[in-house]
């Protein structure tokens, strides 16, 4: 029996917001936005899914509009509560580099993204209302010559990738971007087909979309549900079968797959310290800050903006990381969402789970955005303290820079999907495709051996 009921979101922080959909959330008489769950009384399906964020529902939705299995999908929390919820919603190429380990992949997630734009459109319907979507564009700004230079070099990179891209001169960029503070040294490389999206949109069309399913018993949510152990076949063997609740077991009878972001570490270690298998799963969490200012008229931005130094800050600490260093970061990347709210970032840190918002690094990133547009030092402190929301989220961080991706060695039938760290959202429907395409033993669109679990820092 499926059943259909009302419950209230929680959030890593209060200051992070939800977004109401029409078709798949209701308002209480003070506002309150209550998500419609879709749950069932059975316990076996094919495919169980731990995580609700952007990974594991396009994974969930990728079984259950490719193939006929069944899906679970469970989570300790709700769904955007996490990095999805808190993310800036980019699906930018600018700051990625061909021939890098995540280019294939990211390329194809981004192709996936405009192909679901485009239907939609096809369909007679609106993808910026139903995604947040926008064909904005990107710029990458340099400020000195050193920048300028490495940004021309990029962009010849970029070209020769196959990517429409150019450099703007300073007065080239300041007739597309008024607002940006340019000088004889400031250039930027523009990529006119880069495009964003809104998190908690996104969301919830893909929630939608599954909770389709749900009638033809092909589809259930079990949130607010930690996962505590793993069910296996005949007690000890190697065969995973599901996973525990709290409250329940779920059996996956063709897979178990694990895409809880940042948790995906150390729930694996849970997971696994009665199987007797030496695996590590070094996913660690990163704090992010992200600043949301309301009502915001002082200027508009026509493309996504992020400055030159944000790849450096993004990989600065791959290589000998201590995790125990806070190793913080700013750098500057501004959007307008669909609301016309401007969208301020970003920080990266490493201070464990600690989600609470941060006034010093606020702070930084409202400081850091001013250099880039004075205008937002014309803004009073009361004007900008009673206008802003913050977003604080958890971004799953691999110490090699790429996600993990696989099967998990010494056991069958389960995956991993985790440790995408800022580009969860930009990856999600290519990583999607791969693991279904694993499971169900499909040729991969992107070369897998790069994700793998075997022969990275996990063993």
């Known amino acids: 029996m499926v059943s259909i009921f009302l419950q209230s979101p929680t959030f890593l922080t209060p200051l992070s917001y939800p977004f109401s959909s029409r078709s798949s959330t209701k308002r209480t008489q003070h506002g309150a936005s209550l998500s419609l769950r879709v749950t069932a009384s059975r316990s076996s399906f094919d495919v169980v899914v731990v995580g609700g964020g952007i990974i594991g529902l396009t994974i969930a939705r990728q079984f259950l509009t490719g193939s006929d299995l069944s899906v679970a999908v469970v989570d300790k929390a709700v769904p955007c509560s996490g990095a999805t919820g808190a993310g800036q919603g980019y699906i930018w190429m600018t700051h990625k580099k061909p021939g890098s380990d995540v280019w294939d992949l990211t390329l194809r997630s981004h192709e996936l993204w405009h192909k679901l734009a485009e239907s939609l459109t096809d369909d007679g319907l609106d993808p910026e209302e139903l995604l947040g979507w926008k064909k904005t564009g990107s710029l990458l700004i340099g400020r000195t010559t050193e920048e300028c230079v490495a940004l021309k070099q990029k962009v010849h990179e970029l070209s020769e990738a196959g990517l429409r891209t150019e450099y703007l001169s300073s007065a080239e960029l300041l007739l597309k971007e008024p607002a940006i503070l340019v000088n004889d040294n400031t250039g930027a490389a523009f ?269």
Request: aromatic share 8%.
């Open 191 to 459: 990529l006119p087909d880069d495009s964003q999206l809104d998190a908690h949109r996104a969301v919830a069309y893909i929630e939608k979309g599954n909770r389709a399913f749900a009638t033809a018993g092909r589809y259930a949510e079990f949130y607010n549900e930690p996962v505590t152990g793993l069910i296996r076949s005949d007690g000890d063997s190697k065969v995973v079968a599901g996973v525990k609740t709290l409250k329940r077991n779920l059996y996956g009878k063709k897979a178990t797959i694990v895409a809880a972001g940042c948790w995906s570490g150390s729930l694996m270690h849970e997971l696994l310290k009665d199987c007797n298998i030496p695996l590590d799963v070094p996913v660690k969490p990163r704090k992010g800050h992200l600043l949301v200012v309301e009502n915001f008229d002082s200027f508009h931005l026509n493309h996504g903006i992020m400055e030159a130094g944000y790849s450096n800050h993004q990989s600065a600490s791959v290589s000998g990381l201590d995790v125990d260093e806070r190793m913080l970061s700013i750098s500057m990347t501004a959007t307008m969402d669909t609301s016309g709210n401007l969208v301020l970032g970003s920080s990266r840190e490493f201070v464990g789970f600690d989600t609470e918002a941060d006034e010093f690094i606020i702070r930084c990133i409202w400081e850091r955005a001013a250099e880039f547009f004075p205008k937002l030092r014309d803004i009073s402190l009361e004007d900008f303290i009673r206008n802003r929301k913050v977003r604080v989220g958890l971004r799953p961080y691999m110490p090699d820079g790429k996600p993990v991706i696989g099967s998990v060695p010494g056991l069958q039938n389960m995956y991993l999907a985790a440790g995408h760290e800022g580009g969860g959202l930009s990856m999600a429907l290519a990583t999607a495709e791969m693991v279904t395409d694993m499971v169900l033993g499909k040729p991969s669109q992107v070369d897998t051996s790069t994700f793998g679990v075997k022969g990275r820092r996990c063993c």
